[in-house]
C-alpha cells in the first residue's frame, strides 16, 4: 500500500498562490495515477485536477489555467500548483491515488490526510 501525505496549505489572499505537495511513502508513486480533490464545509468532496502515470492530466474547469498538476516520482511526489486564489478555492485540499485514472472520488482507494487552504477576500 502507499501512504500519502500533503502539505503546502496555508491562509493566502485573493489572488495569491500557493503549492500544494503530496509526499508517497511504501511503494513508488509511478505505480499510481493520481488526483487531487477538495471538500468545503457542508459540501461533497470534489474532483480538481487528475494525472496519469505518463503525465496525462485533467482539470475541472474551474481550475483550467489557474491549477497545474504535476508529478516528480524521483521524489514520490506529486504538486499543485495554485494560482490566482480566489475565495471560493478555500477547502481542505486532498491528494489520492490508484491504480485506476479516475475523476470520481470513488476511484482512489489512498487517500492522505488533507491540507487546509484557506483564501481571504
Known amino acids: 500500500q502507499v501512504q500519502l501525505v500533503e502539505s503546502g496549505g496555508g491562509l493566502v489572499q485573493t489572488g495569491g498562490s500557493l503549492r500544494l505537495s503530496c509526499a508517497a511513502s511504501?511503494?513508488?508513486?509511478?505505480?499510481?495515477?493520481m488526483g487531487w480533490f477538495r471538500q468545503a464545509p457542508g459540501k461533497e468532496r470534489e474532483f480538481v485536477a487528475a494525472?496519469?502515470?505518463?503525465?496525462?492530466?485533467y482539470y475541472i474547469d474551474s481550475a483550467k489555467g489557474r491549477f497545474t498538476i504535476s508529478r516528480d516520482d524521483a521524489k514520490n511526489t506529486v504538486y499543485l500548483q495554485m494560482n490566482s486564489l480566489k475565495p471560493e478555492d478555500t477547502a481542505v485540499y486532498y491528494c489520492?491515488?490508484?491504480?485506476?485514472?479516475?475523476?470520481?472520488?470513488?476511484?482512489?482507494?489512498?487517500w492522505g490526510q488533507g491540507t487546509q487552504v484557506t483564501v481571504s477576500s
Open positions: 494525472i496519469s502515470r505518463r503525465g496525462t492530466t
Open positions: 489520492a491515488a490508484d491504480s485506476r485514472y479516475s475523476v470520481a472520488a470513488s476511484g482512489y482507494d489512498y
Open positions: 511504501g511503494r513508488t508513486l509511478s505505480s499510481y495515477n
